[in-house]
T-cell receptor, first 116, second 114 residues
Framework: AQSVAQPEDQVNVAEGNPLTVKCTYSVSGNPYLFWYVQYPNRGLQFLLK????DNLVKGSYGFEAEFNKSQTSFHLKKPSALVSDSALYFCAVRDTLQDSNYQLIWGAGTKLIIKP | ETGVTQTPRHLVMGMTNKKSLKCEQH?????MYWYKQSAKKPLELMFV???????ENNSVPSRFSPECPNSSHLFLHLHTLQPEDSALYLC?????????????FGPGTRLTVL
């Protein structure tokens, strides 16, 4: 069965330090992987995706993620955190072998808090 | 902003009321989605429309009734809801209803059912 795990409910990072938000997945086929961010009282915003090709994907606001097939992970990273990065982050995966053409499997979200 | 608007932003309704949520996208996309977001739970896909045709209905109770009159507008009609239906309802759109297209989300409607 397909699944996505975001093992940390909350991540605390000091401003200026590197940040990592973890995501692991389980699929039957090949994964399409996505990261979205949700700021308070807002909808989700797309950050980046991995479909195929280079394992290191660069996205909006200086974020990047690395697809690691052997570890079935797609961790979100940023070299230097900003207070404005504080938000809720969601990882999602689409299994190329799943029955539904439209269903994304979503993680439960990780709250990122950047302290000044 | 993402180019997807939702109204109202907040809605409080009784269990016997009938109300509708509205979504409009200004991106020229062909696919639209309704999601339910509850605290500390993954997003739940409710409905998918592609070129105004419903292509996915994720075992959603019949008290939720979607309508897509054109590719820019999507409605969610609500009637005889239950308190457990209280949640943030998100509308999204994508260029096509394909698995590799990213989705653009509206700000959501915060629904409270009394």
């Amino acid at each position: 069965a397909q699944s996505v795990a975001q093992p940390e409910d909350q991540v605390n990072v000091a401003e200026g330090n590197p940040l990592t938000v973890k995501c692991t997945y389980s699929v039957s086929g090949n994964p399409y992987l996505f990261w979205y961010v949700q700021y308070p009282n807002r909808g989700l915003q797309f950050l980046l995706k991995y479909i195929t090709g280079d394992n290191l994907v660069k996205g909006s606001y200086g974020f990047e993620a690395e697809f690691n097939k052997s570890q079935t992970s797609f961790h979100l990273k940023k070299p230097s955190a900003l207070v404005s990065d504080s938000a809720l982050y969601f990882c999602a995966v689409r299994d190329t072998l799943q029955d539904s053409n439209y269903q994304l499997i979503w993680g439960a979200g990780t709250k990122l808090i950047i302290k000044p | 902003e993402t180019g997807v608007t939702q109204t109202p932003r907040h809605l409080v309704m009784g269990m016997t009321n009938k109300k509708s949520l509205k979504c409009e996208q200004h991106l020229g996309h062909n696919a639209m989605y309704w999601y339910k977001q509850s605290a500390k739970k993954p997003l739940e896909l409710m409905f998918v429309y592609s070129l105004e045709e419903r292509v996915e209905n994720n075992s959603v109770p019949s008290r939720f009734s979607p309508e897509c009159p054109n590719s820019s507008h999507l409605f969610l009609h609500l009637h005889t809801l239950q308190p457990e239906d209280s949640a943030l309802y998100l509308c999204a759109s994508s260029q096509e209803a394909t698995p590799y297209n990213e989705q653009f989300f509206g700000p959501g409607t915060r629904l409270t059912v009394l």
